[in-house]
């Protein structure tokens, strides 16, 4: 390096040889990289799929009743075990020993791990009462033993059946078994009733043995309406005492009858199959139980029922509110007429609301808020009824009155709600005013128009009787004219299909109609106080107009093109604005938390609006050829 353009000193020289080497092998080390970080995924992956530790533990209910079957779970997590020997206790009965196994693949955090599940259920029973300790279990894994925790259990008074009853070693035999050893009670808290009042009724089992139940068949009870009460999803035995006696008892199944006609009804008994079990647990024969059957008397009605009374029999009362006390003309009200209490809900008729004819009643609609219990069906139900006013002026709903009768005081009682005062805003001197205001309802004029008409008494205009026409000009007319309009109805068909072969000329055609029926829809929405959906038709509705007529794809559509197009198309400034700002009323009113002030009724008009000026200028959408 003797010249001096190309002089480098050592150190330099070092540090420029080294810098280029690590430049020409960056790609490889990068790809050893990759390859050395792929390895140690599946490494760590490895060991956290075989590197989690192993846990043996027992799970019991804290406290369990004598007698009562329950389980004993014993879990090994992470691995799988073997020579699993049970706990060893005086007291505790191990009936069965069932296993299963479950595994799955767990990620989190792109950390992969294992779970694998080895479970020993013992299906077990104590019979002595008081606090039991449940020494370990142990299971051997890999070689080595593991050992559970240790369980306490409180045994209450409960299901242990008296020693002279069964014992553990002995088996049942059907022969020995008693009518007073199982059997089935039917109850009812009533035996004389009114027609629609409420019985409560339940299956009640009594049994000296342990069992299960395999079949039960209620009696057909085709003379009440029934309502069944909530049952448990497992029956639960309790021990009971009669006359020195142990039994186990249960109720199978209750309801709440009301009866449909007067007289003496019987209730045929019920009977149910049980699947008997030995000391020991295992199946020891069937036994089927037939109940008693039971005696209704129904007594009718008084005689003396209000003219409001619809069926109704318990305590009940009656209210009725409205959302609004002053609405514009043409505008739509929400009563509700509440009726709440117990008794026989669902078996009277609906009251009635008459308003005055004008308004304009919409489809009515009803809300339960109702529970079935011993005593009856309680709660609330709600009649929703919607009208819409269309004249101007006060009106006044007078008190609704609910007659029902009460088993309790033996009469009838009529309740009555309050009074409603509505106020309706508008023009009295408008023509719609003077058609409303009138005795004749539109239904009434219908009638009328169907009805028998008057005899004709002004004078009639007959013509003379030709005898040919052949010839005549109206001869040859009647064969031209239908002539000329099948070759007309031929050249109008061929320009209908070359019309609707064009897409954009068919959109722009039907735009007004789609726009119309999409506004109605917006309309329906408002009056059910569905704003968001208001609001989404309004929008669907401006932007679908101004696409269909101007063919622009609505992925194309913003508020800067479709302004440049109507411009473009010769459409009036203020038009354009108009079609902006009811665009930002919709969308401010919709996302909006208070609307700005803005009423979904603004918003329906001046999008009514924008959309009939564009029709009235129809012409200014026809592009520039």
């Known amino acids: 390096m003797k010249n001096s353009n190309t002089y480098m000193p050592k150190n330099k020289l070092f540090h420029y040889i080294i810098f280029n080497k690590i430049k020409v092998n960056k790609i490889n080390s990068y790809k050893h990289i990759s390859f050395l970080l792929i390895l140690f995924i599946i490494i760590s992956s490895s060991f956290t799929l075989n590197g989690q530790k192993t846990k043996f533990t027992a799970f019991a209910p804290k406290e369990v009743k004598a007698g009562q079957r329950f389980n004993i779970v014993y879990e090994l997590n992470n691995n799988k075990g073997k020579s699993f020997t049970k706990p060893n206790t ?17 990620i989190v955090n792109g950390k992969t791990s294992t779970v694998n599940i080895q479970k020993y259920i013992l299906s077990s029973v104590i019979n002595k009462e008081g606090k039991i300790t449940i020494p370990p279990a142990t299971i051997k894994v890999n070689g080595k033993t593991y050992s559970s925790n240790k369980l306490t259990i409180n045994v ?29 009670n039917f109850t009812t808290n009533k035996t004389e009733a009114y027609i629609g009042e409420p019985i409560y009724s339940f299956t009640k089992m009594f049994s000296r043995y342990h069992l299960s139940l395999s079949e039960f068949n209620p009696s057909d009870m085709a003379d009440f309406w029934i309502q069944d009460l909530p049952m448990p999803n497992s029956v639960q035995a309790e021990r009971t005492n009669i006359n020195g006696v142990t039994y186990l008892t249960a109720i199978l199944e209750k309801k709440l009858i009301f009866p449909q006609k007067t007289g003496t009804i019987t209730i045929e008994p019920y009977n149910a199959t049980f699947q008997l079990y030995d ?17 209704i008397k129904v007594k009718p009605l008084p005689a003396n029922k209000p003219k409001s009374f619809a069926g109704a029999v318990g305590q009940f009362d009656i209210s ?24 026989n809900f669902g078996l009277f008729d609906n009251p009635k609301l008459n308003l005055p004819k004008r308004f304009e009643e919409l489809m009515p609609d009803t809300k339960s808020n109702t529970r079935v219990t011993t005593t009856g069906i309680e709660g609330s139900k709600t009649y929703i009824y919607k009208y819409i006013a269309r004249v101007p002026g006060d009106f006044t709903v007078k008190p609704i009155e609910f007659s029902y009768f009460d088993p309790k005081l033996k009469k009838y009682v009529t309740t009555r709600s309050n009074e409603l005062n509505i106020k309706v805003l508008g023009d009295t001197s408008s023509a719609a005013y003077a058609n409303y205001n009138t005795n004749t309802t539109r239904v009434e004029a219908t009638e009328l128009e169907n009805d028998i008409r008057f005899i004709k008494t002004s004078s009639l205009e007959l013509n003379k009787k030709e005898n040919f026409i052949f010839g005549k000009l109206s001869f040859w007319l009647a064969y031209l004219i239908p002539l000329i309009l099948f070759f007309g109805a031929i050249i109008l068909l061929q320009k209908r299909i070359r019309q609707n072969a064009n897409i954009d000329f068919v959109k722009s055609k039907k735009a007004d109609k789609v726009s119309i029926k999409r506004l109605k829809t917006a309309n329906k929405c408002m009056l059910d106080n569905n704003l968001d959906r208001f609001y989404e038709e309004i929008t669907k509705a401006l932007w679908g107009y101004v696409s269909d007529k101007l063919s622009i794809p609505v992925s194309e559509l913003t508020r800067q093109t479709a302004a440049e197009t109507l411009s473009n ?21 919709r996302y909006a938390q208070n609307g700005n002030g803005i009423t979904p009724q603004t918003v329906y008009d001046e999008a009514g609006s924008i959309i009939a000026n564009f029709e009235k200028n129809i012409y200014f959408f026809k592009k520039k050829s």
Do not use: M
């Not at 198309?569 to 009113?589: C, G, H, P, Q, R």
């Open 90 to 106: 005086p007291n505790l009965q191990v009936r069965n020993v069932s296993t299963s196994f479950s595994s799955s693949i767990k």
């Open 569 to 589: 198309n010769n459409v009036d400034e203020k038009l354009i604005n108009d079609f902006i700002k009811v665009i930002d009323l919709s969308e401010t009113a």
């Open 320 to 343: 009725i509110s409205s959302d609004i006390e002053e609405l514009e003309v043409d505008n739509a009200i929400t009563i509700k007429l509440k009726i709440s209490g117990s008794g």
């Open 279 to 295: 000391g020991w647990g295992f199946p020891a024969g069937t036994k089927k139980v037939v109940s008693n059957k039971k005696i």
């Open 156 to 184: 209450t008074q409960g299901v242990a059946v008296s020693n002279t009853n069964t014992n553990d070693n002995s088996q049942i035999n059907d022969n020995k078994l008693k009518n007073k050893d199982i059997f089935l």
